[in-house]
């Protein structure tokens, strides 16, 4: 079975890999050989588990956050899993949408446009500096640049299952996708700003379908479930 999960881009963001370039930037951003940002799988599996676990934490009862718990566990995997408490959704890399990318590659590949053309295009440079507090002056070595992916675009991922998912695990998938609402380098200093949605592999989103379960579902129902 396949999902979606849409992500637009509110602010300016930073798919940070790690790195610079020396004389350029001090953070760049993730790439493919085309120039065109992306976020790892890893990295968006990572940020929706954390979510997911704090909205668990929430919860005011105790058989509910063990309920959730253990959905959270089969969707995201238990780290150091077995082969029997793997993930039942394998996360995909969030890309631009497939035509955009078809149409990127095939400039660049008939050497119309280069992958530095293509990057610079759906980026720009910021640059930020830490001020001392006490005479307001710039602090001597702290000026900084890193590249940011330019607000407005849209990039989706694909979420797998072997099996359909379970009501539970979408209901949990739908609001760690509405929680998701900061990524990338630099969330907590005002970039990274998104909106997040989750479809079905017919395009339709259905986000709001299943946040009534989240919030609703009985306690008689969970413990039949763990039983």
Not at 30 to 53: F, I, N, W
Not at 54 to 64: F, G, H, K, T, Y
Not at 165 to 189: F, H, K, Y
Request: charged share 25%.
């Amino acid at each position: 079975m396949r999902y979606k999960l849409k992500i637009k881009l509110l602010s300016d963001t930073t798919f940070g890999r790690g790195d610079g370039v020396a004389g350029l930037v001090d953070q760049e951003v993730e790439h493919d050989k085309y120039g065109l940002p992306y976020l790892r799988g890893r990295t968006l599996k990572g940020l929706l588990s954390e979510e997911c676990d704090n909205l668990i934490s929430i919860l005011p009862d105790e058989n509910q956050r063990n309920y959730w718990t253990s959905i959270a566990c089969q969707l995201f995997g238990i780290p150091g899993s077995k082969l029997e408490t793997t993930a039942a959704m394998h996360i995909g890399d969030a890309y631009l949408p497939e035509d955009l990318r078809q149409a990127v590659a095939y400039e660049v590949d008939n050497e119309q446009l280069t992958n530095q053309d293509i990057l610079h295009s759906l980026t720009t440079i910021r640059r930020q500096t830490a001020i001392n507090y006490e005479n307001g002056v710039a602090e001597k070595g702290s000026l900084r640049s890193f590249r940011v992916v330019i607000r407005d675009l849209e990039f989706q991922a694909d979420l797998l299952f072997e099996k359909q998912p379970s009501d539970a695990m979408l209901s949990l998938l739908s609001v760690g996708t509405l929680a998701l609402r900061r990524l990338g380098s630099g969330r907590n200093r005002g970039r990274g700003h998104v909106c997040c949605r989750l479809h079905d592999a017919d395009g339709k989103d259905i986000t709001e379908d299943y946040l009534n379960l989240f919030a609703t579902i009985k306690l008689e129902t969970m413990t039949e479930d763990n039983s």
